[in-house]
């Protein structure tokens, strides 16, 4: 069986000395380590440390991100500088509130499979029993009342209520309105507008004497600062008036993906 042995010296080390040898080591250990962990954040830079004395730049502190490799992102409101492809953000302003990508030239979102990172942006409102009416013209309707408002795009008020488009993406939208009955017969429906121009129209059908439910969902490609309204309507010249509760006279909505 063979022996294991150590020399210890307590006098300084020279050169064959084995703490000389062992710090040698160490060093050499230090490097290898180093070189590692650039391989793992795939730093780009040759100035990373190989040898003693070497030092990384702020364009290497990002990292780029490859699969199986480990990339620093940073978080922050304003765009990063200095910065190489492949290099991480999440954007924190509230418009966008996601994960980027640098391609070299510009910040893109960045994409998992068909996915897109992108913040929770919903909401749902509802009429808050003041007097509302429609007539043989289109007319706009008030939801003053909000149940969750995500993203904080929804106007609400006693005269107003529209949905305004952070950012340009395909959104889904849901309404019902609920129109009285009057003595008049007539027809009542319910539409969807950006701005004045129609989205899609909902259920059309009789006014019976206790009045109807008129449903719409669909969806739309919105640009940012598009603005979307719910338009109700009755095809004879009397008023019907609108009412119910956040059960059945409501507007709501919820971005599915940027574009």
Same mark, same amino acid.
């Given at each position: 069986?063979?022996?294991?042995?150590?020399?210890?010296?307590?006098?300084?080390?020279?050169?064959?000395?084995?703490?000389?040898?062992?710090?040698?080591?160490?060093?050499?250990?230090?490097?290898?380590?180093?070189?590692?962990?650039?391989?793992?954040?795939?730093?780009?830079?040759?100035?990373?440390?190989?040898?003693?004395?070497?030092?990384?730049?702020?364009?290497?502190?990002?990292?780029?991100?490859q699969a199986g490799k480990v990339a620093a992102v940073l978080i922050s409101s304003s765009a990063p500088?200095?910065?190489?492809?492949?290099? @991480?953000?999440?954007?924190? !302003? *509230?418009?966008?509130?996601?994960?980027?990508? #640098? %391609? =070299?030239?510009?910040?893109?979102? &960045?994409?998992?499979?068909?996915?897109?990172?992108?913040?929770?942006?919903?909401?749902?409102?509802?009429?808050?029993?003041?007097?509302q009416t429609v007539a043989s013209t289109w007319t706009a309707l008030f939801f003053a009342n909000e149940?969750?408002?995500?993203?904080?795009?929804?106007?609400?008020?006693?005269?107003?209520?529209?949905?305004?488009?952070?950012?340009?993406?395909?959104?889904?939208?849901?309404?019902?309105?609920? @129109?009285?009955?009057?003595? !008049? *017969?007539?027809?009542?429906?319910?539409?969807? #507008? %950006? =701005?004045?121009?129609?989205?899609? &129209?909902?259920?059309?059908?009789?006014?019976?004497?206790?009045?109807?439910?008129?449903?719409?969902?669909?969806?739309?490609?919105?640009?940012?600062?598009?603005?979307?309204?719910?338009?109700?309507?009755?095809?004879?010249?009397?008023?019907?008036?609108?009412?119910?509760?956040?059960?059945?006279?409501?507007?709501?909505?919820?971005?599915?993906?940027?574009?």
């Open positions: 069986m063979g022996t294991f042995s150590t020399v210890l010296s307590l006098t300084a080390p020279a050169g064959g000395d084995s703490i000389a040898l062992g710090d040698d080591q160490m060093r050499a250990d230090k490097v290898a380590w180093a070189e590692r962990l650039a391989l793992e954040h795939n730093f780009p830079s040759a100035s990373f440390p190989s040898a003693a004395g070497g030092s990384d730049t702020a364009a290497d502190a990002f990292g780029r991100h500088t200095g910065i190489v492809s492949g290099s @991480l953000w999440f954007d924190t !302003t *509230a418009t966008e509130n996601c994960l980027k990508i #640098y %391609n =070299g030239t510009n910040w893109t979102t &960045y994409r998992i499979g068909n996915d897109t990172n992108i913040g929770l942006l919903a909401f749902r409102a509802y009429v808050d029993g003041t007097a149940t969750y408002d995500y993203g904080t795009a929804f106007t609400s008020g006693a005269a107003t209520g529209y949905f305004t488009a952070p950012i340009t993406g395909l959104y889904a939208f849901s309404t019902t309105i609920y @129109l009285k009955a009057t003595s !008049t *017969a007539g027809i009542g429906s319910v539409g969807l #507008y %950006n =701005g004045s121009t129609i989205i899609a &129209y909902g259920t059309y059908g009789a006014l019976t004497s206790s009045g109807e439910c008129f449903h719409l969902s669909t969806t739309a490609l919105l640009t940012a600062a598009d603005k979307v309204y719910v338009y109700g309507y009755s095809n004879v010249a009397a008023t019907r008036p609108v009412s119910g509760t956040t059960a059945n006279t409501f507007f709501e909505g919820r971005i599915i993906s940027r574009t």
